[in-house]
């Protein structure tokens, strides 16, 4: 089994610490290792859990540390690591199964994505949205029957309860499933599980966005002819979108024994359904963990607070009005208060809100002050927190790097409207022409400010009329 470390495709960005490319350019030069490993422990899922494992490692390690409780046995597993960098693989495959340029031929690589560690300090600069599902343990000793052999259905369903094909399959294609199960757990009630479940998050996620868990009895053996290998045992599920924010972390879920009524991926799985059986009273007897990997959703709440109330700023719907500017003005402030990884992650989408309500502003001076104020502070924690990240000059490379792309990205734009001036112009012009036409610096400001303002036509994934206030096409017309 070989192994080649290739780096972190993201740290190659201006913007990567220095410590970041050290170890990438130590571990790009590292010679071949080989590691032969004999001797290994045997663990039993019905006795031991995932937590009482490392517990139980962590104490071999210290003077004196026994394993007695584990067993072992024998086997040979020859490991190879290799340092190399990205260039040197000519087929590879993203941890979204997408072809990365070149694709030209070779031997197939696959990317693993990268869980980042604390500390980690880099911009996002590329899209990812990953949802990684660990189901842990059920307990189902209390219910009645005597299914034993334990296996979990789990889907991603949609506000219509309909399973989307966003999960990815197990093997080495790079298909798209809508249904996966855990691996079967024989003979216990009580099963620990160790599968990872990796799906896609929608671009349209709502609040009707749910993971629907079904758990199921598989026989061995059946009696007859009529009996059914597997059926339906319990029922559980989790909202994965609320009020604008990702459901992430740990969760202990009741389990429902009969099943699912209508609309139920609206409620939270404490609501007590009518009409249905739960198990163990509505105690929760489903353990998971859920993580993502995503440069759409925070996961701070501060951000998240932020990112709401300027969006809400371009709601069409009287059921959700813009935020007060009290409010807008706390989250401004908050940001700051975000916990660094996520900061810098979204720093560049929080500066282009901050200049984008100081140059448009909704409400009164005061939203524009407390958006400055927010915008000195970003640059105090990047210049001088964050001295990793400073360039030779004493700059900080994300600040340096902000100002580079976005003075690329406006004068692209300005030369895309230059452009559209002249093919008006060699049509005839009239109307449309002095409409283009006029104080370029004035249309330029103007084009500036619609740009950074959230564009309504893919809030939410959602297609609505845009308000007529630009003179020009929307933004996501020209990105085309």
Not at 70 to 87: C, I, N
Not at 241 to 265: E, N, V, W
Not at 283 to 298: C, E, G, M, Q, R
Not at 346 to 355: F, M, P, R, S
Request: proline share 6%; charged share 20%; aromatic share 8%.
């Amino acid at each position: 089994m070989k192994f080649k470390y290739q780096g972190s495709e993201d740290s190659s960005v201006p913007d990567a610490s220095s410590v970041g490319k050290s170890m990438e350019l130590n571990l790009a030069n590292l010679q071949p290792v080989t590691l032969n490993l004999n001797s290994f422990f045997r663990q039993e899922a019905d006795r031991l859990s995932d937590d009482d494992l490392f517990k139980l490692l962590a104490d071999a390690r210290k003077p004196g540390g026994k394993l007695s409780r584990l067993k072992t046995f024998t086997a040979d597993l020859a490991l190879q690591l290799s340092g190399g960098t990205g260039e040197e693989l000519l087929m590879r495959l993203s941890p979204e199964m997408l072809r990365v340029a070149p694709f030209s031929g070779g031997e197939l690589t696959k990317d693993i994505q990268e869980f980042p560690a604390k500390g980690l300090y880099m911009a996002n600069t590329s899209y990812r949205n990953l949802l990684y599902i660990y189901p842990k343990s059920a307990n189902l000793t209390n219910r009645p029957g005597t299914a034993r052999n334990i296996s979990i259905k789990i889907e991603l369903m949609n506000s219509q309860e309909q399973p989307q094909p966003v999960i990815f399959a197990r093997g080495p294609g790079c298909e798209m499933v809508s249904v996966i199960r855990t691996a079967v757990v024989y003979h216990n009630k009580t099963p620990h599980i160790a599968d990872e479940i990796k799906l896609r998050i929608p671009v349209d996620l709502d609040d009707g966005h749910h993971l629907l868990f079904t758990f199921y009895h598989i026989s061995c053996k059946a009696n007859n002819k009529d009996e059914e290998v597997e059926y339906p045992i319990g029922y559980s599920w989790l909202p994965l979108f609320r009020d604008g924010r990702l459901s992430t972390g740990d969760f202990h879920l009741p389990i429902c024994l009969d099943r699912l009524p209508s609309s139920y991926g609206y409620l939270s799985p404490d609501v007590a359904l009518p009409n249905v059986r739960w198990l163990d009273a509505h105690k929760p007897a489903f353990n998971l963990s859920v993580t993502a990997i995503s440069t759409v959703h925070p996961q701070d709440e501060h951000l998240e607070r932020f990112f709401i109330g300027v969006n809400s700023l371009s709601s069409t719907d009287r059921k959700k009005p813009p935020v007060s500017e009290s409010a807008l003005i706390a989250a401004a402030q908050g940001v700051t208060k975000a916990r660094p990884e996520p900061m810098v992650a979204y720093l560049y989408n929080v500066l282009d809100k901050l200049i984008a309500l100081i140059a448009n502003r909704p409400y009164s001076e005061a939203l524009s002050s407390a958006c400055f104020e927010t915008m000195g502070q970003l640059v105090k924690i990047c210049t001088m927190l964050l001295d990793s990240c400073l360039d030779m000059h004493g700059r900080s490379a994300l600040l340096t790097s902000y100002v580079h792309y976005f003075k690329i990205a406006m004068k692209e734009v300005l030369f895309r409207v230059e452009g559209e001036i002249a093919v008006v112009q060699r049509n005839g012009g009239g109307e449309e022409q002095a409409r283009l036409s006029g104080d370029t610096e004035a249309f330029y400001h103007h084009w500036l400010v619609h740009c950074m303002e959230p564009d309504p036509l893919i809030r939410y994934g959602k297609v609505i009329i845009a308000p007529p206030t630009c003179p020009m096409r929307s933004c996501s017309e020209h990105i085309k």
